[in-house]
């Protein structure tokens, strides 16, 4: 276990897509966590004050930039009429929501994670004693 924490963080602004409505611009803060180094964080501004957070997986967000991945709750694709364009789509039980982004952004965002933990050495980084902490209950007895 690696015991140097990185946060790496970014900005961007999605477009919200709806039927029939102008795109509507998200500001969008992406985060990458050493401490959950096979996660990545988008932190959508849904307005003055709030945020909501949607955590996957840094592999979901690469293999989505080339074809589509995931299944369930959220699903990320090139766009099929412009290459510099990702679509991703969150699902939850209070609603389900379309956003176009940059490719080229997510690209260089997931490039900066890749600088800070190799793919495939993020076992490297992981707290096993602290994980299993935070999911036994404290009193055994």
Request: proline letters at 6%; aromatic letters at 8%; zero cysteines.
């Amino acid at each position: 276990m690696r015991n140097d924490h990185v946060t790496l963080r970014s900005t961007a602004v999605f477009d919200l897509l709806a039927p029939q409505t102008p795109a509507v611009p998200v500001q969008v803060e992406l985060r990458y966590d050493t401490r959950d180094p096979y996660a990545v964080v988008a932190a959508f501004r849904t307005g003055r004050a709030g945020w909501v957070e949607w955590v996957f997986a840094r592999d979901l967000l690469a293999d989505g930039l080339i074809a589509h991945a995931g299944v369930g709750d959220v699903t990320i694709r090139p766009a099929v009429d412009d290459p510099e364009v990702v679509v991703i789509e969150l699902s939850s039980p209070s609603g389900h929501a379309v956003f176009e982004a940059s490719a080229q952004e997510l690209a260089d965002f997931l490039d900066r994670t890749y600088d800070v933990v190799v793919p495939g050495n993020e076992n490297l980084w992981v707290n096993v004693d602290d994980a299993l902490t935070r999911l036994l209950p404290h009193d055994l007895s």
